[in-house]
C-alpha cells in the first residue's frame, strides 16, 4: 500500500477510477466504429449506402459524451452528409458538436421536469416522426434521461408534472416508483417514443442508471415497451400522498379514465434493439482493480444497494469498524466497494437546508462513530454524475482527520443530519467531494478504506 498518500487521497483515486471507467465517450467508442462502407453499431453491420438518414436523439447526462463519440466513429464525410440529431442534457453539460445539437433540457442540479426540456423532447419528437424505412434512429439514453424529456399528455399541464415529481422525490418514492408515474404522463416516455418514428432501425445505446438495468425504468424507457399500468401509478401516488390535495387533480381524473378504459400500449416493432454498454458494475470492476494495485484486498457489495441513505452510512460504518478492530468479515488493509443508490427520507422543518444523499450517508456514518473511533478507516459516497442533489458536489468522505476538525470547531453532526442539512457541516470540515459534471452516470459508487 502506497504510504505517501493519505486513506482520503486513496480511497477518492479509488472512486475515480470507477469513474473513468464508465467515461461516455469511451463507452460508445468501443461499439460504434466506421470498417470502410459500413457503419457498425453494437454488432449491428449497416451498410452506409442503403442509409438515406442517420437521426441520434437522447437525453441524459451523458448525452454530450455520448453524441461526440458517435460524431467521431462514424467519420467527417457521414456526419456531413447523412447525420442529424438533438440531445437533451443538463445546462452545464453542453458543449460543442459539428451535427448533434445539445439542448440545455434544465438547470444544473435541478433534477425535474421545466419548460426547456418540453421544447426539447417536442423537438426529438418532430425529428424522430420525419423518418422514414430508409433511415436510421440512434437514440443515446443515460442516467437523469427522465427529466430531461418532459412530453406531458394534453389532459395535464407542465406545473402538474413538476408537483407530482417533487412530491414524490420529497417522500422517497423508489426510482422504479417515480418512473412509473411519469410513463404513465407522458408522451414520449414509456415506449412512445419508438412508436412515434417509422424508422427502419432504431438502435438505443443505455448507461444504466438503475440496479439490474431495466430497460423499462432508465430514463423511463422512452424505446421500451411500457410494462406500468394507470392503476399502478395511481396507488403509488396513494403511498405517498399524505392528502388529497397533494395530487393535482388533472392527473387523477386522467390516470382514473385511463384505468377505466383499461388502455394498453401498442407493441413495439421488431426493428427496435437495446444495447447497455455501461454500468454500475464496469465501474465497481475498475475500483477493485484500481485498490488491488494500491495493496488491498477487496471486498465488494455489489451494485444492488438501495435502502435508506443514513441507514447504509451506519451500516458501513459498523462493518468498517468490525473489519478493523475483529478481522471481520476480512482482516485490513481492506477496501469495501459499495455500488447502488439508496433514498433520502426528508424530515419536516421550517430550516433551510441542503444536501443529497450521498453526503447524508456519509454524515450518518460519521455521527454514528461520533463518540467511537474513525482511526484508519475512510468512508467516501459519490455520484458517478458528479451530482449530488441541489448541490455542486459529488458526495462525500469522511476520516479520522475530518471528525477531529467537527469537534475542535464544536459542530454537532447529528443536529445537521436531523433536518438533512448535510452540505454545510461536510463544507466546514472539508469533507465535500468536488469533480463538476463527469458527463456519465452509473448511480453512486462507495469506497471505504481500513489500513492496518
Known amino acids: 500500500m502506497t504510504g505517501t498518500t493519505s486513506l482520503r487521497e486513496q480511497a477518492e483515486s479509488i472512486w475515480r477510477a470507477g469513474v473513468e471507467a464508465v467515461d461516455s465517450e469511451t463507452l460508445v467508442g468501443n461499439v ?34 455520448m453524441a461526440a463519440a458517435f460524431e467521431r466513429a462514424v467519420g467527417p464525410e457521414v456526419l456531413a452528409d447523412k447525420v442529424t440529431g438533438w440531445i437533451n442534457v443538463p445546462a452545464d453539460c453542453l458543449r460543442p458538436l459539428e451535427r448533434i ?14 419548460a426547456e426540456g418540453v421544447l426539447g423532447s417536442e423537438d426529438i419528437l418532430k425529428t424522430v416522426e420525419a423518418l422514414g424505412p430508409d433511415d436510421l434512429c440512434v437514440v443515446l439514453i443515460s442516467g437523469g434521461g427522465s427529466a430531461l424529456l418532459p412530453a406531458p399528455v394534453s389532459a395535464i399541464s407542465l406545473d402538474d408534472k413538476q408537483e407530482v415529481t417533487r412530491l414524490l422525490m420529497r417522500s422517497g ?19 412512445r417514443l419508438a412508436q412515434a418514428t417509422r424508422a427502419g432501425l432504431v438502435l438505443t445505446l443505455i448507461i444504466s442508471d438503475v440496479v439490474d438495468d431495466p430497460l423499462d425504468v432508465i430514463a423511463s424507457g422512452p424505446t421500451v415497451a411500457d410494462s406500468s399500468t394507470p ?22 381524473d386522467y390516470l382514473s379514465d385511463r384505468r377505466e378504459q383499461d388502455c394498453v400500449p401498442a407493441p ?17 470492476a475498475a475500483s477493485a482493480q484500481r485498490a488491488e494495485a494500491l495493496g488491498y484486498r477487496v471486498h465488494s457489495l455489489g451494485s444492488d444497494n438501495r435502502g435508506v441513505a443514513r441507514e447504509e452510512g451506519r451500516l458501513l460504518a459498523d462493518l468498517a469498524v468490525s473489519v478493523r478492530d475483529q478481522g471481520k468479515p476480512e482482516s485490513a488493509p481492506l ?34 462513530l461520533w463518540n467511537g473511533d474513525f482511526s ?3 468512508l467516501l459516497s459519490g455520484g458517478t454524475d458528479g451530482e449530488d442533489g441541489p448541490t455542486d458536489a459529488a458526495g462525500a468522505v469522511a476520516d479520522e482527520e475530518l471528525l477531529n476538525r467537527a469537534k475542535a470547531e464544536a459542530l454537532d453532526p447529528q443536529a445537521f443530519l436531523e433536518i438533512n442539512n448535510s452540505y454545510p457541516f461536510l463544507e466546514q470540515t ?14 453512486d459508487l462507495r469506497v471505504v478504506l481500513i489500513a492496518n
Open 430 to 443: 472539508g469533507g465535500l467531494l468536488k469533480t463538476g459534471p463527469t458527463h456519465t452516470n452509473v448511480m
Open 101 to 114: 445539437h445539445l439542448h440545455a433540457a434544465r438547470p444544473a442540479g435541478v433534477n425535474e421536469p421545466t
Open 335 to 368: 477496501c469495501i466497494l459499495s455500488g447502488g443508490e439508496p433514498v433520502v427520507h426528508l424530515a419536516k422543518t421550517n430550516k433551510t437546508r441542503r444536501g443529497g444523499r450521498n453526503q447524508e450517508l456519509v454524515l450518518a456514518a460519521l455521527a454514528h
Open 32 to 65: 460504434v466504429h466506421r470498417s470502410g462502407e459500413t457503419l457498425v453499431i453494437c454488432g449491428h453491420e449497416l451498410p452506409l449506402a442503403r442509409l438515406n438518414r442517420i437521426a441520434v436523439v437522447g437525453a441524459g447526462k451523458a448525452g454530450g459524451g
Open 173 to 191: 418514492a423508489t426510482i422504479d416508483e417515480l418512473n412509473c408515474v411519469r410513463k404513465q404522463l407522458s408522451r414520449i416516455k414509456g415506449g
Open 376 to 378: 484508519r478507516i475512510a
Open 231 to 252: 392503476a399502478a401509478a395511481l396507488q403509488v401516488l396513494e403511498k405517498h400522498a399524505t392528502a388529497p390535495r397533494d395530487v393535482p387533480q388533472r392527473v387523477i
Open 268 to 284: 413495439l416493432p421488431a426493428s427496435v434493439h437495446h444495447h447497455v454498454i455501461g454500468n454500475n458494475g464496469v465501474a465497481l
